[in-house]
T-cell receptor, first 114, second 115 residues
Framework: GDSVTQMEGPVTLSEEAFLTINCTYTATGYPSLFWYVQYPGEGLQLLLKATKADDKGSNKGFEATYRKETTSFHLEKGSVQVSDSAVYFCALSEGGTSYGKLTFGQGTILTVHP | EAGVVQSPRYKIIEKKQPVAFWCNPISGHNTLYWYLQNLGQGPELLIRYENEEAVDDSQLPKDRFSAERLKGVDSTLKIQPAELGDSAVYLC?????????????FGPGTRLTVL
């Protein structure tokens, strides 16, 4: 079945550091890929998405590129801020009978220090 | 625009007791989802509704869990009886349609503790 694997966390960075959170996936077809973020005490929010190979999703300075050849969707940000501290989830959605179902990775906790 | 509303936010019960969670999706959203999130894990789909029809309930433990979505708007998820292993966060989400690329909007969740 479908699965998503995220890099082991937690990740701790200083403000203005470069961020990479790795995400790889296994799917039988051509899924859509998503990054969701969960700030403390809040619900999951969509951060960005990509629906086909080589698409780049971007939002709030975060970027991720859909790499079909490596089945990856790594999240990057050039300069993190303290306000980026949250839990980040990589997810996929595939068609067929699973249409609309999101399969999530385990999440990566990011802490940014001033 | 109001987001997905869930209540209660927190619930503590003893094992073998029943419990119910309520969700009000974003107005106009036809598709509603219930997810289970265990500590340190990503959410897992329990059930998906399109309007009032449950179109994917393959992951719902039907011996103790039930759900309904009357009139295709609000939804209730029930556990009876609750077990210790049911302690988790129960998330509700909604989307305009069930399209694979449609954004799912999540509520804040209900944190259940079973003693």
């Amino acid at each position: 079945g479908d699965s998503v694997t995220q890099m082991e966390g937690p990740v701790t960075l200083s403000e203005e550091a470069f961020l990479t959170i790795n995400c790889t996936y296994t799917a039988t077809g051509y899924p859509s890929l998503f990054w969701y973020v969960q700030y403390p005490g809040e619900g999951l929010q969509l951060l960005l998405k990509a629906t086909k190979a080589d698409d780049k999703g971007s939002n709030k300075g975060f970027e991720a590129t859909y790499r079909k050849e490596t089945t990856s969707f790594h999240l990057e940000k050039g300069s993190v801020q303290v306000s980026d501290s949250a839990v980040y989830f990589c997810a996929l959605s595939e068609g067929g009978t699973s249409y609309g179902k999101l399969t999530f990775g385990q999440g990566t906790i990011l802490t940014v220090h001033p | 625009e109001a987001g997905v509303v869930q209540s209660p936010r927190y619930k503590i019960i003893e094992k073998k007791q029943p419990v119910a969670f309520w969700c009000n999706p974003i107005s106009g959203h036809n598709t509603l989802y219930w997810y289970l999130q265990n500590l340190g894990q990503g959410p897992e789909l329990l059930i998906r509704y399109e309007n009032e029809e449950a179109v994917d309930d393959s992951q719902l433990p039907k011996d103790r869990f039930s759900a309904e979505r009357l009139k295709g708007v609000d939804s209730t998820l029930k556990i009876q009886p609750a077990e210790l292993g049911d302690s988790a966060v129960y998330l509700c989400a909604s989307s305009l349609t069930s399209g694979g690329t449609d954004t799912q909007y999540f509520g804040p969740g209900t944190r259940l503790t079973v003693l």
